[in-house]
């Protein structure tokens, strides 16, 4: 087991016996073994003109904890190289309020990552940002009249959700963003074809210390809790404006990504994403009504496929012009271009064909994708795509979507994510097909 440890107060990490030894909210020179992350965080907070609830910001704290732990500690280090044992103390405002939760994150970070999640909750951790914080700041992002929070990524299914929001309540949504400096090109631009937006990012900056041999983890399956926890704090600051009045927070994806079933049963487990799961988001839900903060989860195209989305748009012509230039790969960073063969390319590929979208010569790194050599592993996903579209028939589909996760027991509701997931796949093989690629 890898103990992790992580506070705002750097004495306190000095003193530890951690593996890993964490400063949150502050910014170190990173050469006496310690890490930080969300140096910048709090800053960006104090312009929010509301004021956080203690419990929001506590929760903040708990994902920067937890993803910073997700990203030093190497999958390597696990068991069978993959499965990870984390014991993780973090240090809160309030820790009396989340010792009552303890075994729900456990059991949310467990479905999330795959891994074994030990957590303990410390005091003296740092509070919101006060009014007085807030005095002679000249920019202030105003929330007066913000009645719901959808995430923004820059990706598809993101550009989609505020395209559509953004139309029907055009001052009354904010859009959140989690970003890196690649990814905020994308996301400013995309801002600014939108008419500039009320919106918030933050760029949590995971360092880790010098002069250490700690691998970074890429596969970082908690990315989504820091997501969603930066808007629980924006979205529960409009609900305590509004006088408890429950503000909503919008998850934008499409149904077959956010079930994400195992391709091959090896896919399973940690192996998968399952950042936007209907378990997931509903679990997580649980713990925030039970803290009180105010606001719920909720993913309007759960039951849509990509290209149902695109096609769906209340804006054709925006869509269509600004579609081709979001961001599916999680790999683009590496050259600077999407890959166009892992299985996110692959379903945003489809989801362009299905709406008729043509995409520029050169947009991907593997443009052809006939020219992909199986058995290479530059075609392990493509092969993964071809072996559920042949093994997958629409009577096996209930037991397939259901390897990802446990769904909701209404018998309707389960049928509308089957089926979602069954015309997401056909999507794939038409796609596919047209390619040259048989399956």
Known sequence: MTTVRCDPDIRVLIGSQADRKIVLFDNIDNTNGIASIGNRVREVLRHINLPIPVEAFDFLTIALSVTAADEFVSRDDGAYGFVRSISLSIALAKPAVWKTQTHALESILRFLTGDDWSLSFTANGLTPPTKSEKKRLVRMIDLSNIEQVCLF?????????????????????????????????????????????????????????????WDKEGSTRSRSILFLALAACCASAVSLHRSGLTTPILIPENGLIALNPPLTPRRRGSLSTRTAHPHYLQSLQKIFDDVGLGVSIRNPYEFMTKGEMIKDCADQKLIHNLAPNTISCGKWKRRNQQCGKCVPCLIRRASMFAANIPEPVGKYEYGDLSTLTFGAKQSVDLAAVRLAIRCTSEDSVPRWVSASGPLPTDELTREKYYQVAWRGLKELQIYLTTQGIKV
Do not use: C, M, Y
Request: no cysteine; net charge positive.
């Open 153 to 213: 990524s820059g990706g598809l299914d993101s550009l989609i959700g505020a395209v559509n929001q953004l139309k029907a309540r055009p001052n009354e949504t904010l859009l959140v963003s989690r970003a890196s400096t690649g990814d905020q090109k994308f996301q400013n631009h995309l801002l600014g074809r939108l008419g500039s937006p009320s919106h918030l990012s933050i760029n949590d900056r995971p360092i880790k210390p010098n002069g250490v041999n």
